[in-house]
């Protein structure tokens, strides 16, 4: 069995609010409905004995399997980790830039004869071979 994870702004969140949950990261942005996923955060949290019944609670009916580890602190105090997807900040969304007008095509005045005349040919002649280049590749000389 593996582990499926809330989805939540924060760990208490996550606990209350929870819809759904996922065990990938593919998962959890299918679910979050256009909302990115920040990460797969864990969070401590230290409840007071009066709310520990409740949270407890809270992770029975919550979707997510095994997302909950129970330690105690060095008092005895119980202390809850809670592992979920965190949802990242809604980003606010750019206001649209209008688009530029289209610039006005300009008289094109070159005909095919500019191009048929050679001008844009280029040569076919070799670079001069520098003379202290070392040939690696050439024939063997006499000597």
Excluded: C
């Amino acid at each position: 069995m593996s582990h499926a994870y809330p989805l939540g702004k924060t760990a208490r969140d996550a606990l209350k609010t929870a819809k759904a949950a996922a065990r990938t990261r593919y998962e959890a942005e299918d679910l979050a409905d256009g909302v990115a996923i920040a990460a797969l955060e864990t969070e401590w949290i230290t409840p007071t004995a009066k709310d520990l019944p409740k949270l407890l609670e809270q992770v029975e009916i919550n979707p997510g399997q095994g997302f909950v580890q129970h330690y105690e602190d060095g008092s005895g105090n119980p202390v809850l980790a809670v592992t979920y997807w965190k949802l990242a900040k809604a980003a606010k969304k750019p206001k649209p830039k209008p688009k530029p007008a289209p610039e006005a095509e300009s008289d094109d005045h070159t005909d095919d004869l500019y191009f048929k005349s050679g001008r844009t040919k280029k040569s076919r002649r070799k670079p001069a071979v520098d003379p202290n280049q070392m040939d690696l590749f050439g024939a063997p000389k006499d000597e």
